[in-house]
């Protein structure tokens, strides 16, 4: 069982979970042997994305969802609050693969989930403070203005340039106002939620259906066979259908799934509400999704409560793919996160912050996501959404249920849909390699930013990172 906590302890863990109306008393956790139609490792979005499309298909399912805490304690109630349009794989490296319909389709299906949970919501009762403004994508001088064109040259390859526009600096003035801001990309698909309201939200929807939710249950093991099972300390779940593995960046803490994924944290602070003469400076009228340029991916939100988050890549890679307590470790790069956001609106020094906190996120080793059901097995599996995974994860879970259920999506076509994971290196490669590109891309960035050239291993680095 996992480490004892009550419900106020789980809100202490986000602002998101601190606000939701949700009870975050802990539900029941397994004990005794059961046997469902299907077991489902994981009570994040991925595992509640395929219950609810497995349930809404065909209600008399039995669905149980093992928790190791509770309902959206990892990513799913730690992130950033987009619900992005954006493929984990970007579009350039997806035609240079896959080529341009697969491509085409693959970008189309992630907008249309977007859209769709926006309908889920008002359909479930959901309040997730859904709000589709899109994205902005910002360069902060000149230099950063050709990425945002040959961005805009590949959407219009794949005939999708017309959600996209380039904006020049008085324009992108017009919508928000950022320090030192040369221009941006307006993407118009993409949306912000309450990603705390979105899960809890969602586990209630799946309890309606009919599925069952255990918490504070950890999974020891997956037993693949004729009868698969999750094994815990105090009881199995046998699976007569199918049993999913929906772990995302705790799946290295399973043996058999160890080299996967790779775990990569990302740290958050958030704001005081906003003063209205804050606000009128600012602008951001339009709500949209803001992104940096710099390589540790920097991410801004504008909360329904009127506070603005910040989020970046942070925390270095830990040896072994674990995953410490980022939040309490953290202290100096917080520090940091904050003087940058005071770089893009000077003016939040005068506001100060409430909150700071970290999660993890799944890399996998070639960036696209895996989904995937051995009917001979049994299993099924979803998994590396670097990120991007409020959206991603209801687009794969919306196809493992179809190839459970032997119903098709439409989406069996796209590239996540595969049989095998590439591999992380083993320790220590995998340890040296990321750390090695950790600290080039913040050697990037601090050059870019001070007006310098860039460092000599930066092409080097920029081809290991894309690898």
């Known amino acids: 069982m ?120 008002k359909r479930e009762g959901i309040d997730a403070h859904y709000v589709p403004g899109g994205l902005l994508s910002v360069a902060i001088g ?36 950022v320090q030192g801001m040369a221009g941006a990309l307006r993407t118009e698909a993409g949306a912000s939620i309450h990603p705390g309201n979105l899960v809890r939200g969602l586990a209630r929807a799946v309890e309606r259906l009919g599925g069952t939710i255990y918490e504070r249950t950890a999974v020891e093991g997956v037993e693949a066979g004729s009868s698969p099972r999750l094994v815990t300390a105090n009881g199995s779940v046998r699976a007569r259908r199918a049993l999913i593995v929906a772990a995302e960046a705790y799946l290295p803490g399973l043996p058999a799934f160890r080299r996967h994924v790779l775990p990569m944290s990302s740290m958050i602070v958030l704001t005081n509400p906003l003063p209205a003469d804050v606000w009128e400076e600012i602008g951001w009228a339009g709500h949209e999704s803001l992104s940096s340029q710099s390589h540790l991916k920097n991410y801004l939100t504008r909360t329904a409560d009127g506070r603005i988050l910040y989020g ?10 674990t995953t410490p307590d980022v939040t309490s470790e953290s202290a100096l790069f917080y520090d940091w996160m904050r003087d940058s956001l005071c770089g893009w609106f000077p003016s939040v020094a005068r506001v100060g912050f409430s909150h700071a906190w970290g999660g993890y996120l799944g890399v996998p080793r070639d960036w696209m996501p895996t989904v995937n059901f051995d009917p001979a097995a049994k299993i099924g599996r979803l998994h590396g959404y670097t990120g991007r995974g409020v959206s991603t994860s209801h687009l794969a879970g919306k196809l493992l249920a179809g190839l459970i259920s032997g119903k098709a999506s439409g989406l069996e076509d796209l590239p996540m849909h595969r049989a095998r994971t590439r591999r992380w290196e083993p320790e220590p490669l995998r340890w040296l390699g990321v750390r090695y590109v950790q600290s080039a891309f913040g050697r990037i ?19 290991l990172g894309e690898q």
């Not at 340039?161 to 928000?176: P, T």
């Not at 970046?312 to 040896?319: E, N, P, V």
């Not at 870019?448 to 081809?463: L, N, V």
Request: some cysteine; glycine content about 10%.
């Open 2 to 121: 996992s480490e004892a906590r009550d419900a106020s302890a789980y809100r202490r863990t986000s602002f998101w979970l601190e606000t939701t109306p949700d009870d975050l008393t802990p539900r029941a956790a397994v004990a005794g042997d059961l046997t469902v139609d299907v077991a489902i490792l994981g009570g994040g979005f991925s595992g509640l994305w395929t219950a609810y499309h497995l349930l809404r298909d065909d209600p008399t399912m039995d669905v149980a969802i093992v928790e190791r805490d509770i309902v959206g304690y990892g990513a799913s109630g730690r992130n950033g609050g987009w619900c992005s349009p954006r493929f984990p794989v970007d579009p350039a490296p997806l035609i240079k693969t896959f080529g341009i319909e697969r491509a085409r389709r693959t970008i189309l299906a992630l907008q249309s989930s977007v859209e769709e949970i926006g309908t889920i919501t």
């Open 312 to 321: 970046s890549r942070g925390a270095l890679y830990t040896y072994g793919s």
């Open 445 to 463: 960035d601090r050059a870019e930013q001070e007006g310098r050239p860039a460092p000599w291993d930066a092409s080097f680095a920029t081809y």
């Open 142 to 177: 000149d230099h950063q203005l050709p990425g945002l064109a040959a961005t805009l040259a590949t959407y219009r390859q794949l005939g999708l340039g017309e959600g996209n526009r380039l904006l020049d600096a008085a324009e992108a003035r017009e919508r928000v106002s």
